[in-house]
């Protein structure tokens, strides 16, 4: 039932302030101070390092958690495409801890990759949705995203549940490998709480996207670009758009535009960026005046704070409220959504059943 929403993944964006909220709950103690697992024991000192194997935006939400593993936890992390890994057939170095990530559960690469690493890896987790799924039956530890069933094919609400037991799963590490305190883990679970209002927030201004993306379903290329871990959010944005309205849309971390990309800048193709007001905002900001030297044109999304150092000379702006750099990628997953969905909405496409994809890939 898709209620008062013209599609389900209308709805599903919409679900996420309480779908996440929820999931949250479920990773955390109860005075909210700090992170507690459902009843699963999990001790990563026993880790060495942490491979991470997914497809499409499951593997977006992978390379997200190594931003976070590695910065919080000093705990080395390889992201992997399942299809690749699973054929590369790699030497797997004792102390791995394997973590399949999966809405369905049922990817056929995925799984597949998950037996490769049974038998080689020191254990297997999987982060899922579906609970019941062949890849949650054959791990050993079983970590739910809590996200509620969903329909719509391009993937949403699952990806910041994804997210958000990624980022518990990432400050527990941190915790246990000795490298945060009570009160800077205090800190990062209320970041983490302060997610859903921000997004609540987002959602009731997506008023602002009709007339935006209006002009961006006038193109047939359009560049995504993001830093740190707003990279992976820069490609999962070019995903989504791609994925339902058809537009030829790529994803690049800002700094490589200077190695190829800029060539493909002029006034037809717009720039999207991702920038929410952290340590590499500056950096950014240069990359833009790159791109506007060039005659480009940019859509920056971001927080009051950027648009007050940097809205000279931008096409357009998406303001977001402010949130610790930490939580942004999962806050900015909503405006990287809502933009994919208007402009697949303006051009008239099935965005719930983009064609010739599936929800589930369970085939190779
Ligand atoms: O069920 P899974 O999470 O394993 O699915 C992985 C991908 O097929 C999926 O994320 C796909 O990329 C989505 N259609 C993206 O919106």
Redesign the pocket.
Known sequence: DKGVHKHFMAKEIHEQPTVMSYALSQYTAADRAAVALPGIAVDFTGFDRVVMV??????LACHVAKYWFEQLARIPVEIEVASEFRYREPPVAPRTLAIF???????AD?LAALRYMRGRAAAIAAVV?VLESS?ARESDLVFPIHAGVEVG????K??TCQLTVLAALAILAARQNGRIDAAREAELVSALESVPAAMAQVLAHEEVYGPLCWELSKASDVLFLGRGAMYPLALEGA??LK?ISYIHAEGYASGELKHGPIALIDETVPVIVLAPSDALFDKTVSNMQEVMARGGRILLVTDQAGLSRASEGLWQSLRLPPVDPFVAPILYAVPAQLLAYHTAVTKGTDVDQPRN?A???TVE
């Open positions: 997914a497809c499409g935006t499951a593997h990530v999966s809405q369905s559960g049922e990817t995925t949705n890849i094919v391009a993937s949403t699952a990806f995903l989504k994925e994809l929800k589930s890939v």
